[in-house]
């Protein structure tokens, strides 16, 4: 055998020994992927030649307890393709963005992505739309179900309904707390399909049909909501104010009729707010603070937010005193316009001109502070915070709404005596907008406090009522005696007291007034107010409870007797019409409390004291904007309103004051028609006076008039305009 075929044998042999190898390490690789890891890649498989998609579920409808819809869902449709099957993507960009409206180069850039065989191209598109789509016979491209939460009012009930996510999730109200009940579950639907995402014709198509969401029926009326959000939003139009709320509550069930609240937003673009210069302003906005914005505005503040009650709250102290036997109503107390407290004066609204021997109902009429200090005294704090806590302020109401919280308020050890005093008449303590209503309510009522809520009942799409919510009572924070008592004393609030513009002819209506000071970065800033009113009505037997809370109103009207009980009387007057109440008296101009008007006398050049006298005797009363000139002997150089101007019985007339032998001392105020705010500011500031500002634009009215003297340090009200 020569050297050359022994040559070709070893080279033979070589190959068929490496073939060997190749082969054996191919079938141990393919036994490896069938054996051990076929499991996995099986797995893998499935998914690529399963086509899962989500068969999305019809929330449930919300209705008011009426039947009337407040949030549906409408069923439209959701485009997509596949841009593997997709021929000539550039016309089929170029058509179909013109039948949806949508900029061509994106399109454009979805149907050719290489790295997804499917891309989202639209969503809640029309039937008119589909249709228009289906007739250009474009390949690779399919529709599903797309449902879209839809508020027929837009804004209306806003913050009760709260609003959804893009893909229909419960973002805020009624539609996050009740998220698993009206969301339902989704179905599915299975199909075996090819690499080009066709239907493999040996497969069998699983579908499992969604379960659609239940129906929420609230306790809201609609009708009554409508009169609510009608006078709020007149009242923060004509106070020009930073926020209006009133609330609406049987006071038995605790169920809410109405909540209005103003300024709010449309549920159906819920990151657009309704200013238009907002809109403009947040648009300019980085998107975390664009994102906090909305936050903010879809917070609500009758649940997350607190604010001091004022006067309103001495409901509370009252009542707490009248139960353990500090006071009746005919007690006596002596009131000299003002109170020391560990070395802190605490006036009374009136220590101008004080109220002198009252009896306690009086007091609480009167609304007299240092009478509300000298029953927490007698109390002690440990009594009146067993009464705070007993009427629900400490926790929380247990309302069915995401995210309530509960009130601000000094832990016991904390309290001295000047935050025992200034907690008696609703300072130094904050509650929720609800917290007040349910705690204010259970005075009322027997002294039960009740859980209140906003949904009714639960249904099926079938109809059928499957949860009903009953009303619940937590405690008994005072007697029925006691309520009894309270119930009679606020009656007179109303009809003899500063509630009186709350007042409606022929029917028993009771409450309190509240003012006050705000609180700003922990601080009480001077100007701003919270202006309130509790109501109730039968006062006799009560079935509804209204807190109407109007914040920071600007102008010179902020006390609640002045603007919070009208806008309570307004709603009174149409729920008391549409609920069909029968009058309680048939003598109407005889026998109730109706409003009056008066006619501002001439009060420029007497002394303090008088003027005080002379405003009383016209059924009004006088606030004092001088600093140092507050002695009754003190001049009268201005007033506001001017003589002669038709007001309501029990308005404030503003005084501005001096000293006739100190007239050299005094400056005269400018005269600033057509200023800027800037202006008026620089003018007013060089002549050592302050600038009082309403509205904005060029000055427009000012009070006092150009010329009047004025000590250094007297404020001058400025109304901008246009």
Do not use: C
């Not at 080009?196 to 306790?219: D, S, W």
């Not at 006036?347 to 009086?362: I, V």
């Not at 005696?481 to 029917?507: C, F, Q, W």
Request: aromatic content about 8%.
């Amino acid at each position: 055998m020569n050297q050359r075929m022994v040559s070709s044998r070893r080279r033979i042999m070589g190959l068929h020994i490496i073939t060997s190898l190749l082969i054996l390490v191919l079938a141990f690789r393919l036994g490896w992927l069938q054996i051990v890891e076929g499991e996995k890649y099986q797995s893998i498989a499935n998914k690529q030649q399963t086509s899962d998609l989500v068969v999305p579920s019809k929330r449930g409808t919300i209705f008011d307890r009426n039947g009337k819809e407040l949030a549906i869902t409408t069923v439209k449709s959701r485009i997509w393709a596949n841009p593997y099957l997709i021929d000539s993507p550039e016309q089929v960009a170029s058509k179909m963005s013109r039948i949806l409206n949508m900029d061509e180069s994106e399109l454009l850039q979805r149907l050719t992505r290489e790295e997804t065989s499917l891309v989202s191209i639209a969503r809640r598109v029309d039937d008119q739309t589909v249709e228009a789509i289906k007739e250009l016979g474009v390949r690779g491209i399919w529709f599903v179900d797309d449902n879209e939460r839809v508020y027929p009012y837009g804004n209306f009930a806003a913050y009760i309904l709260g609003h959804t996510t893009d893909d229909g999730m419960g973002i805020a109200g009624i539609e996050q707390r009740y998220e698993k009940e009206l969301a339902g579950i989704a179905g599915r639907s299975i199909v075996n399909i090819d690499g080009a995402r066709r239907q493999l014709p040996f497969n069998v198509e699983k579908t499992y049909e969604p379960i659609n969401g239940i129906n929420l029926i609230l306790t809201v009326d609609e009708i009554i909501q409508h009169y609510t959000e009608k006078a709020v939003t007149a009242a923060w139009t004509e106070h020009n104010a930073d926020r209006v709320i009133a609330i609406l509550m049987e006071v038995k069930t605790g169920e809410i009729l109405s909540m209005g609240v103003k300024p709010d937003y449309n549920p159906n673009t819920p990151r657009i707010p309704l200013d238009e210069a907002t809109e403009i302003y947040w648009e300019s906005l980085p998107l975390d603070d664009r994102m906090n914005q909305w936050y903010s505005m879809w917070r609500n503040p009758v649940f997350q937010e607190v604010y001091e009650p004022g006067s309103v709250f001495k409901v509370i102290t009252a009542s707490a005193a009248l139960e353990e036997g500090i006071a009746n109503s005919n007690t006596k107390f002596q009131s000299t316009g003002s109170i020391n407290v560990a070395g802190t004066t605490i006036r009374s609204w009136r220590w101008y001109n004080p109220f002198g021997e009252q009896t306690f109902a009086e007091a609480v009429r009167n609304s007299d502070n240092p009478v509300f200090v000298q029953l927490a005294q007698q109390m002690g704090k440990e009594t009146l915070y067993r009464y705070i806590d007993g009427f629900g302020i400490g926790g929380v109401t247990g309302i069915d709404y995401p995210g309530e919280i509960g009130a601000f308020m000094y832990r016991l050890s904390q309290i001295g005596p000047v935050e025992l005093a200034t907690i008696s008449f609703g300072q130094s303590i904050s509650v929720t907008p609800i917290q007040m209503l349910v705690s204010a309510s259970a005075v009322i009522n027997d002294g039960h406090v009740v859980v209140p809520h906003l949904v009714k009942e639960m249904m099926t799409e079938s109809g059928e009522i499957i949860n009903k919510v009953e009303p619940s009572t937590v405690r008994q924070a005072i007697s029925a005696e006691t309520s009894k008592h309270m119930r009679d004393i606020l009656e007179s609030v109303v009809s003899e007291g500063s509630g009186n513009r709350a007042g409606v002819p022929g029917y028993r209506i009771g409450g309190k007034t509240g003012t006050a000071q705000k609180v700003v970065n922990g601080r009480y800033e001077s100007g701003k107010y919270i202006a309130s009113f509790f109501g109730f009505f039968p006062a006799d037997d009560p079935e509804i409870a209204l807190l109407v809370i109007i914040d920071e109103p600007k102008g010179e009207r902020y006390y609640g007797g002045e603007i919070a009980a009208p806008v309570a009387g307004d709603i009174f007057r149409e729920v008391i019409r549409y609920m069909d109440y029968k009058p309680a008296y048939q003598e109407l101009e005889e026998t109730t409390s109706v409003r009056q008007d008066v006619i501002v006398p001439e009060i420029r050049e007497m002394r303090l004291g008088d003027a005080y006298e002379r405003l009383s005797e016209s059924l009004l009363t006088g606030q004092l904007e001088t600093k140092s000139a507050s002695d009754q002997q003190a001049l009268v150089i201005d007033q506001f309103p001017k003589p002669g101007t038709t007001v309501p019985a029990n308005s404030n007339v503003i005084l501005y004051t001096g000293y006739s032998e100190n007239l050299s001392a005094l400056v005269a105020v400018p005269d600033l028609n057509g200023k800027t705010i800037r202006e008026a500011n620089t003018i007013l500031s060089a002549q050592e006076l302050v600038l009082k500002i309403t509205g904005s634009g060029l000055a427009r009215e000012q009070v006092p008039e150009a010329g009047t003297l004025l000590e250094p340090g007297s404020l001058v009200n400025v109304h901008f305009g246009p």
